[in-house]
């Protein structure tokens, strides 16, 4: 949400919240001369494809300056201070979690257990330049709540208001899908040194196996939702690092495309094809 407030507030600039697009668009028109940022952002106007800005030049390494005396040691924590708060901190929240237990089904906490570790070692070691792109892929991955909208097209046939609530949940999801990995890919694109190849489009290899599988093996849907899942996670870790950066971005699209091709596979064909231009209006 800070990184989200510090861009309006740079695209703006000065002016009041009424100038936001004026600039925007006066950094358009004025082409190379135009702020990067903003140029950056927008990928089409008017029904023209605007051209990517290439990425800016490295800021030249300053000069060693002298060295300068160390500073003194700080008083250190007192560690059996620090030990019982840690230990206390511990305890409320294992006593808490236990206590959950009582009104939550045990398979669903262990799932919202397992997910908060899992997510917090993923995203514990994110370089802070890739947490904008972190952002936007997990924006996209956001966007699986699109199966529970095709779900509930299926289930809701006949209750009219909920069916059309589930078919704006479908295409809305639509949105954060292919523009959270649109964006995301846009982003890692500016970290490209000239020159360099991206083999990371390969990692999307695993897609047609997931078509091959929802096609022809009914019978492993589960599995391929369940991989598409791990998938997704790993597409958080690949995003900690600037050398996995891509292939985490793909990891991400392999991911939700397997979920939804399984998802696809176990409809009716009914609302598989009133499904379908849902998805092509969203992306």
């Not at 993923?122 to 966007?143: D, K, Q, R």
Request: glycine share 10%; aromatic share 4%; hydrophobic share 50%.
């Amino acid at each position: 949400a800070q990184n989200m407030a510090n861009l309006l507030q740079h695209i703006q600039g000065k002016d009041t919240g009424m100038e936001m697009l004026p600039n925007l668009y006066k950094h358009l028109e004025a082409g190379e001369s135009g702020d990067i940022v903003s140029r950056s952002i927008v990928c089409c106007r008017e029904g023209k494809l605007v051209a990517m800005p290439p990425p800016p030049q490295p800021t030249p390494a300053k000069p060693k300056a002298p060295p300068v005396e160390a500073p003194k040691a700080a008083k250190r924590p007192d560690p059996w201070r620090s030990s019982l708060i840690a230990a206390m901190v511990l305890t409320l929240c294992v006593t808490g979690l236990v206590f959950m237990g009582e009104g939550v089904k045990t398979s669903l906490l262990s799932t919202f257990l397992l997910a908060g570790a899992a997510g917090y070692q993923a995203v514990w070691g994110v370089a802070h330049a890739l947490h904008t792109p972190l952002m936007s892929v997990t924006n996209a991955i956001s966007g699986m709540t699109a199966i529970g909208g095709l779900l509930l097209m299926q289930r809701s046939s006949e209750a009219m208001a909920a069916h059309v609530l589930a078919m704006v949940a479908v295409c809305a999801s639509a949105v954060n899908i292919i523009g959270g990995f649109v964006v995301s890919q846009r982003m890692l694109d500016l970290f490209k040194k000239p020159g360099e190849k991206d083999y990371s489009p390969l990692m999307l290899l695993p897609g047609v196996v997931f078509v091959y599988i929802s096609a022809t093996s009914p019978e492993l849907l589960n599995p391929v939702l369940s991989v598409s899942a791990l998938l997704c996670i790993a597409a958080i870790g690949g995003l900690a690092a600037m050398s996995t950066a891509n292939s985490g971005c793909k990891f991400g699209i392999v991911g939700v495309f397997g979920a939804l091709v399984a998802t696809f596979a176990s409809l009716p064909s009914g609302v598989v094809a009133t499904a379908t231009p849902l998805m092509l209006v969203g992306g």
